[in-house]
């Protein structure tokens, strides 16, 4: 497997009286993939409610850490209820390559 490190961001569109439900939903997987997955180096999630939308920032150190991620039990179980939660399918963008240095802010 891959050992580069994988970015990506989910962007998800709720059903209008489903947003908080879906909201409760990744506030949960938000506290698995704390407790759950150390291979998870940035993961968090915030919502545009005048859009129903909610976005997810995801970064993982490989392309293992990603596997085990959709493989967990709680990440599965939204999977299975998206269709209830969601207007459309969810719009992922995934990449590897940052931009340079200057381009990025990180603080620990």
């Not at 039990?73 to 299975?80: A, G, N, S, V």
């Amino acid at each position: 497997m891959s050992s580069e490190v994988i970015n990506q961001v989910a962007i998800l569109t709720a059903k209008p009286e489903k947003l908080d439900e879906l909201v409760a939903e990744l506030a949960n997987i938000t506290r698995k993939v704390q407790e759950d997955e150390p291979g998870t180096i940035v993961y968090y999630a915030f919502s545009i409610a005048d859009k129903n939308e909610v976005i997810v920032v995801e970064r993982y150190e490989n392309q293992d850490a990603l596997e085990r991620h959709r493989a967990a039990p709680y990440f599965q179980e939204l999977i299975r209820k998206a269709p209830t939660l969601l207007v459309k399918p969810l719009e992922l963008k995934s990449g590897r390559h940052l931009l340079p240095d200057p381009a990025q802010v990180i603080r620990l």
